[in-house]
């Protein structure tokens, strides 16, 4: 069983779609995030969801709205897309432990395209 | 606020030759460090994290890594490395306390036969 699945695996589509990417964990984790990796491998944080309630923003468009349904899930939702959007987008999960330690693990990503 | 450099975006090797890939980091608190690899097209895993304890900490496939505090930094080893270690390997902190993992750029690691 994957731990933390993504859907698509890839997305190719034009500028000024709206379209959605979905994740799940089966690990039973209480955190979930969404990274952003572009064109040149840098990874960075997106958002970070603790028990579907939003606790880290960074500075993202608003275009970019995630949605937590329930701990398992957090969805990313991307509208009006731009050429500068297309990227690899991962999703984590992490459970917070005794020392504030929390591993995270990994989706496998989404490759974006804009065309 | 915490920040990471790897130095090398590059690191090519040949296969059972040692290698070092540099990392350095920057912050005002104490932080875990971490190092995760990215096989291509695939997702990150983690190798190996320091929290507290012994600087020097044992990963996954024969890695190691070695926390030094003055110098601020967590430089990651292997003593004879595969073809199969070709992958991106990140450097990256948190917060201790906090969840969130600020990640170096990455060094691709090319290991020829």
């Known amino acids: 069983d994957t731990a933390v699945s993504q859907t698509p695996k890839y997305l190719v589509t034009q500028m000024g779609n709206d379209k959605s990417i979905k994740c799940e964990q089966n690990?039973?984790?209480?955190?979930m995030y969404w990274y952003k990796q572009d064109s040149k491998k840098f990874l960075k944080i997106m958002f970070s969801?603790?028990?579907?309630?939003?606790?880290i923003n960074e500075t993202v468009p608003n275009r970019f709205s995630p949605k937590s349904p329930d701990k398992a899930h957090l969805n990313l939702h991307i509208n009006s897309l731009e050429l500068g959007d297309s990227a690899v987008y991962f999703c984590?999960?992490?459970?917070?432990?005794?020392?504030?330690?929390?591993?995270?693990?990994f989706g496998p990503g989404t490759r974006l395209t804009v065309l | 606020a915490q920040s990471v450099t790897q130095l090398d975006s590059q690191v090519p090797v040949f296969e059972e030759a040692p290698v070092e890939l540099r990392c350095n980091y920057s912050?005002?608190?104490?932080?875990?460090l971490f190092w995760y690899v990215q096989y291509p097209n695939q997702g990150l895993q983690l190798l190996l994290k320091?929290?507290?304890?012994?600087?020097l900490v044992k990963g996954i496939n024969g890695f190691e890594a070695e926390f030094n505090k003055s110098q601020t930094s967590f430089h990651l080893r292997k003593p004879s490395v595969h073809i199969s270690d070709t992958a991106e390997y990140f450097c990256?902190?948190?917060?201790?306390?906090?969840?969130?993992?600020?990640f170096g750029k990455g060094t691709m690691l090319l290991v020829s036969p």
């Open positions: 990256a902190v948190s917060q201790i306390g906090y969840s969130t993992l600020t």
């Open positions: 984590a999960s992490s459970q917070v432990g005794g020392q504030g330690f929390n591993e995270q693990f």
């Open positions: 969801y603790n028990n579907k309630e939003l606790i």
């Open positions: 690990l039973g984790h209480d955190t």
């Open positions: 320091y929290l507290s304890g012994s600087t």
């Open positions: 912050s005002s608190v104490s932080v875990y």
